[in-house]
């Protein structure tokens, strides 16, 4: 009898426990979808104040192309701004430095360097890539913790994915909803870049562009938008 | 194209970059017999190369009658004014070289690295001589392309434009037109 009760007992609390996993895992998945379906759809008709930008910088031609979006966008709105580069890179910040000097006139207008390790060097194998990647979403996590962006501006360098991915589970945890805006290097002319690739079919940008009509037509979802160079 | 007739200066300068990394593949293809005629035969008398990281360093000579002086160095805060210089750009395919060479309306012919991995950069310079905009040309194929080359068919490039993007970015996230 008193085997019996015990073996009741732990299955009941076997089935509780199994019951809160289940109905945690729906919410989740219940929340994931809405996220999911929520992206790519623009936010309510007016916003007047200024949304915390997160700027993430690649190595050469990425950077030039990205300040080029940088000098139309009004800074206004777009405040304050918070540029992540690679570690390995360190003459990205410079030039975001030197933007945020020559450009802004009033003073004060905030803007804050930030450095990230890399989830793939250029020329690393994708094999040990794999390690590497590991330690970037943990930096990234900090780094997303501290700054909870409400937009995401991305042009390619592998960096942008660990955290455009962790502000994709802020988003279905409902920590920070973010606009996640991820513009295809000019040199991509026929096949989007491994981040672009990933953010295009996770659904994770809401937003991406490309540069050349060709690649739109092979992806459809995409947004030709010309040449910014 | 809108470029400079120098013909009649008596230096016509042929600036050679590889960027911020290496490219030995590139040096060593300007620094053969080949590519040197072919230069001097289209009326070039000066060769700059920037090597950057590279390990192979070419043959620093001085102009003699029938050759065009060679000259190099490592890495400089002033491409922009070697580009200036320049009456003919040869360069890898990064994306901030060749723009900044149409930029300043320089004729340019873009040399593919066939050795890095993901070799996506040859879509570019394919695409932009497709439209004219520049030669494309391999290490092993420079000196045909020089031969061959046309300066008059080139197209200038026309300046890119952020606005488009701009203007979707401001709308989605609902701020008002200006």
Same mark, same amino acid.
């Given at each position: 009898?008193? =085997?019996?009760?015990?073996? $009741?007992?732990?299955?009941?609390?076997?089935?509780?426990?199994?019951?809160?996993? @289940?109905?945690?895992?729906?919410?989740?998945?219940?929340?994931?979808?809405?996220?999911?379906?929520?992206?790519?759809?623009? $936010?309510?008709?007016?916003?007047?104040?200024?949304?915390?930008?997160?700027?993430? $910088?690649? %190595?050469?031609?990425?950077?030039?192309?990205?300040?080029?979006?940088?000098?139309? *966008?009004?800074? #206004?709105?777009?405040?304050?701004?918070?540029?992540?580069?690679?570690?390995? #890179?360190?003459?990205?910040?410079?030039?975001?430095?030197?933007?945020? %000097?020559?450009? %802004? %006139?009033?003073?004060?207008?905030?803007?804050?360097?930030?450095?990230?390790?890399?989830?793939?060097?250029?020329?690393?194998?994708?094999?040990?890539? @794999?390690?590497?990647?590991?330690?970037?979403?943990?930096?990234?996590?900090?780094?997303?913790?501290?700054?909870?962006?409400?937009?995401? *501006?991305?042009?390619?360098?592998?960096?942008?994915?660990?955290?455009?991915?962790?502000?994709?589970?802020?988003?279905?945890?409902?920590?920070?909803?973010?606009?996640?805006?991820? @513009?295809?290097?000019?040199? =991509?002319?026929?096949?989007?870049?491994?981040?672009?690739?990933?953010?295009?079919?996770?659904?994770?940008? #809401?937003?991406?562009?490309?540069?050349?009509?060709?690649?739109? =037509?092979?992806?459809?979802?995409?947004?030709? @938008?010309?040449?910014?160079? | 194209?809108?470029?400079?007739?120098?013909?009649?200066?008596?230096?016509?300068?042929?600036?050679?970059?590889? /960027?911020?990394?290496?490219?030995?593949?590139?040096?060593?293809?300007?620094?053969?017999?080949?590519?040197?005629?072919?230069?001097?035969?289209? /009326?070039?008398?000066?060769?700059?190369?920037?090597? /950057?990281?590279?390990?192979?360093?070419?043959?620093? &000579?001085?102009?003699?009658?029938?050759?065009?002086?060679?000259?190099?160095?490592?890495? +400089?805060?002033?491409?922009?004014? +070697?580009?200036?210089?320049?009456?003919?750009?040869?360069?890898?395919?990064? +994306?901030? &070289?060749?723009?900044?060479?149409?930029?300043?309306?320089?004729?340019?012919?873009?040399?593919?690295?066939?050795?890095?991995?993901?070799?996506?950069?040859?879509?570019?310079?394919?695409?932009?001589?497709?439209?004219?905009?520049?030669?494309?040309?391999?290490?092993?194929?420079?000196?045909?392309?020089?031969?061959?080359?046309?300066?008059? &068919?080139?197209?200038?490039?026309?300046? /890119?434009?952020?606005?488009?993007? +701009?203007?979707?970015?401001?709308?989605?996230?609902?701020?008002?037109?200006?």
């Amino acid at each position: 009898m008193m =085997r019996e009760n015990q073996w $009741l007992t732990s299955m009941a609390e076997s089935n509780g426990i199994a019951v809160i996993v @289940v109905t945690v895992l729906t919410l989740i998945l219940v929340r994931l979808l809405y996220v999911l379906n929520r992206c790519g759809k623009s $936010l309510r008709p007016t916003t007047v104040k200024p949304l915390s930008t997160l700027i993430v $910088l690649g %190595s050469g031609g990425h950077t030039a192309e990205m300040i080029n979006l940088l000098l139309e *966008l009004q800074k #206004d709105r777009f405040m304050p701004r918070y540029y992540v580069a690679a570690a390995t #890179d360190n003459m990205s910040l410079q030039k975001a430095r030197t933007f945020e %000097s020559s450009s %802004s %006139s009033e003073k004060g207008t905030p803007a804050q360097y930030m450095q990230i390790y890399r989830s793939r060097e250029v020329g690393q194998s994708y094999l040990t890539s @794999v390690g590497t990647t590991l330690i970037a979403i943990a930096h990234a996590l900090w780094l997303m913790i501290k700054i909870r962006p409400e937009v995401i *501006l991305c042009n390619g360098p592998g960096t942008c994915i660990p955290l455009c991915a962790i502000a994709f589970m802020f988003k279905v945890l409902g920590i920070r909803w973010s606009s996640i805006f991820y @513009v295809e290097s000019i040199a =991509r002319v026929k096949r989007l870049s491994l981040s672009g690739l990933l953010l295009y079919k996770l659904g994770i940008a #809401d937003q991406l562009y490309v540069q050349w009509p060709q690649l739109q =037509r092979k992806y459809p979802r995409s947004i030709y @938008v010309g040449c910014l160079m | 194209m809108e470029i400079a007739d120098d013909s009649k200066n008596s230096k016509r300068v042929v600036f050679v970059t590889v /960027g911020t990394t290496l490219f030995d593949a590139l040096v060593r293809a300007v620094d053969t017999q080949e590519v040197r005629q072919e230069l001097y035969a289209k /009326g070039y008398t000066h060769l700059l190369i920037q090597i /950057g990281r590279g390990s192979y360093i070419p043959a620093r &000579s001085t102009s003699d009658n029938g050759s065009v002086a060679v000259e190099y160095f490592t890495f +400089s805060s002033s491409i922009a004014e +070697s580009l200036r210089s320049a009456s003919l750009v040869i360069s890898h395919a990064g +994306s901030g &070289s060749i723009f900044e060479t149409l930029r300043l309306r320089k004729p340019l012919i873009v040399v593919v690295n066939e050795d890095l991995m993901d070799n996506h950069q040859e879509e570019l310079a394919e695409e932009l001589a497709e439209r004219k905009h520049l030669f494309c040309a391999h290490p092993r194929t420079l000196h045909q392309t020089i031969a061959s080359m046309n300066l008059d &068919s080139l197209l200038p490039y026309p300046a /890119g434009d952020a606005k488009p993007v +701009s203007k979707l970015i401001n709308k989605f996230l609902g701020f008002p037109e200006d």
